[in-house]
C-alpha cells in the first residue's frame, strides 16, 4: 500500500473531454509532484508544487493545468488532450523539495492509467 | 546537469548478489545519489539514498566511491520479486533543481 493516494486509478476520456485527475497526502509533505511516465520510459518531470505555491512548470502544455487547493492534496485537470497524451501520471511527495533544500526522497503513488481516444 | 548512465538491463537468478553500478560524472557538491524500484504499473519506491562510503539498509546497501562520480547498488540474494526497473537518481543543480529520472535498469531475476 502506498502512503500517496491517486484516483481515478483508469481514465479514458476523448480529446474534447474535460477531466481531472485527484492526489492525496497525509504525511505531512509540503512539496508535491506531478510526473508522465510512457511505457518503458523514465518517469518526467511535468510540476512541483512547494508550500502550495507552483515551483516548476517543466515547459508543459496549457492543456495540463495543476491545482493544489491545500497542502495534502494534488489536482491535475487536463482539457483538449491528443492522443499522445495517453501514459500513467504520477504523483509524488516529499518533506522538502527534492533536489533543491534537502534532497528528501520522494513518495509515489501507484498512478492514473490516462487513455485518450 | 548531472546525468546518470546505468546499464539497460540485468540478468540475475535466484539467491545471487545483483550489483547495478551508476555513472554520474558532474554531480555537485551538495547532490545525493537515490536510488528507486519500479514494478510494472506502480509508481517507484525509494530504496536507498546515499552522500558519500556506504550506506545499508533492511533491502541493499550503497556503495559510493570518494570521488562520488558513481554508485553501486548491491542487493543481495535477489529473489523473482526483486524483477523491476531502478534506478539511480542524482540531486539536479539545473535552474529547477530537481531530480530526473535516467533510464533506469531492468533486473530479470530468473528461478
Known amino acids: 500500500d502506498t502512503e500517496v493516494t491517486q484516483t481515478p486509478k483508469h481514465l479514458v476520456m476523448g480529446m474534447t473531454n474535460k477531466k481531472s485527475l485527484k492526489c492525496e497526502q497525509h504525511m505531512g509533505h509540503r512539496a508535491m509532484y506531478w510526473y508522465k511516465q510512457k511505457a518503458k520510459k523514465p518517469p518526467e518531470l511535468m510540476f512541483v508544487?512547494?508550500?502550495?505555491?507552483?515551483?516548476i512548470n517543466e515547459s508543459v502544455p496549457s492543456r495540463f493545468s495543476p491545482e493544489c487547493p491545500n497542502s495534502s492534496l494534488l489536482n491535475l485537470h487536463l482539457h483538449a488532450l491528443q492522443p499522445e497524451d495517453s501514459a500513467l501520471y504520477l504523483c509524488?511527495?516529499?518533506?522538502?523539495?527534492?533536489?533543491?533544500?534537502?534532497?528528501?526522497?520522494?513518495?509515489f503513488g501507484d498512478g492514473t492509467r490516462l487513455s485518450i481516444l | 546537469l548531472a546525468k546518470t548512465t546505468q546499464p539497460i538491463s540485468m540478468d540475475s537468478y535466484e539467491g545471487q548478489e545483483v550489483n547495478i553500478t551508476c555513472s554520474h560524472n558532474n554531480i555537485a557538491t551538495n547532490d545525493y545519489i537515490t536510488w528507486y524500484q519500479q514494478f510494472p504499473s506502480q509508481g517507484p519506491r525509494f530504496i536507498i539514498q546515499g552522500y558519500k562510503t556506504k550506506v545499508t539498509n533492511e533491502v541493499a546497501s550503497l556503495f559510493i566511491p570518494a570521488d562520488r562520480k558513481s554508485s553501486t547498488l548491491s542487493l543481495p540474494r535477489v529473489s523473482l520479486s526483486d524483477t523491476a526497473v531502478y534506478y539511480c537518481?542524482?540531486?539536479?543543480?539545473?535552474?529547477?533543481?530537481?531530480?530526473?529520472f535516467g533510464g533506469g535498469t531492468r533486473l530479470m531475476v530468473k528461478p
Open positions: 508544487y512547494s508550500y502550495e505555491k507552483l515551483s
Open positions: 537518481l542524482v540531486g539536479n543543480n539545473n535552474a529547477g533543481n530537481m531530480l530526473t
Open positions: 509524488a511527495s516529499s518533506q522538502g523539495e527534492a533536489g533543491r533544500y534537502s534532497n528528501q526522497p520522494q513518495h
